[in-house]
């Protein structure tokens, strides 16, 4: 099981000059980014949120995915069951994604 981060991350300086919405997306549930997408989208049901800030393996925050993101990977012809979240990208500004190959 992948564990899901329930403490507030690291108060070093640099988290004193995050913006507005840095602040309003840490706000979310945070997971790391070897979740795969099946446990993302079950952790986004029991939170019952739309969005999981994801972050790499010292707790600093690496992106954000939301429920239409994860739907959109889950759909695509290139998913498997071992798709992580480090291995989706997404363009801003429009709802394309890609499929990293997994290391």
């Known amino acids: 099981m992948t564990p899901i981060r329930t403490h507030p991350g690291p ?59 994860l739907t959109t990977v889950r759909d695509s012809s290139g998913y498997t069951d071992h798709v992580r979240l480090r291995d989706i990208t997404e363009e801003h500004g429009n709802t394309t994604c890609t499929l990293v190959h997994p290391r």
């Open 11 to 69: 108060t070093d300086a640099s988290h004193a000059h995050r913006t507005a919405l840095d602040a309003s997306d840490a706000a979310g549930p945070q997971v790391w980014g070897a979740m795969t997408v099946e446990v993302a989208l079950s952790v986004m049901a029991a939170a019952r949120t739309g969005r999981l800030v994801v972050c790499d393996e010292d707790g600093r925050r690496t992106g954000l995915v939301t429920l239409d993101l």
